[in-house]
């Protein structure tokens, strides 16, 4: 699946937060209808997550937040569908 495809498909699918590891911030969406579900990892170093403010309560998009992050779709069987990953 292209980027593009991917983010038309998903980018205004809300997130949540659901944890906390090693300076990322992990959301993710509900568990769609046909099985699938979005990750998003935002921070990865100390001055990217202390400039981050989170909200456990607010939602986010991939469209929102997720230029230049992890993000990844998983399917039902918990195969990664489609990734994106930033550039170093």
């Given amino acids: 699946m292209e980027d593009e ?7 205004d ?7 906390y590891y090693n300076f990322l911030f992990i959301f993710k969406s509900k568990i769609l209808e ?3 579900q979005i990750f998003l990892q ?5 001055e990217k997550v202390s400039a981050l403010v989170v909200d456990a309560n607010d939602s986010m998009t991939l469209n929102e937040n997720g230029e ?3 993000a990844f779709v ?4 918990k195969k990664v569908i489609w ?6």
Avoid at 5 to 11: D, I, N, Q, S, T
Avoid at 74 to 77: S, T, V
Wanted: proline letters at 6%.
């Fill in 68 to 70: 230049d992050e992890i």
């Fill in 83 to 88: 990734k994106q990953a930033p550039e170093c």
């Fill in 42 to 46: 935002l921070g990865g170093n100390m």
């Fill in 5 to 11: 495809e991917a983010l038309e498909k998903y980018g």
């Fill in 34 to 36: 046909n099985g699938e």
């Fill in 13 to 19: 699918t809300p997130l949540y937060f659901s944890h």
């Fill in 74 to 77: 998983k399917n039902e069987e």
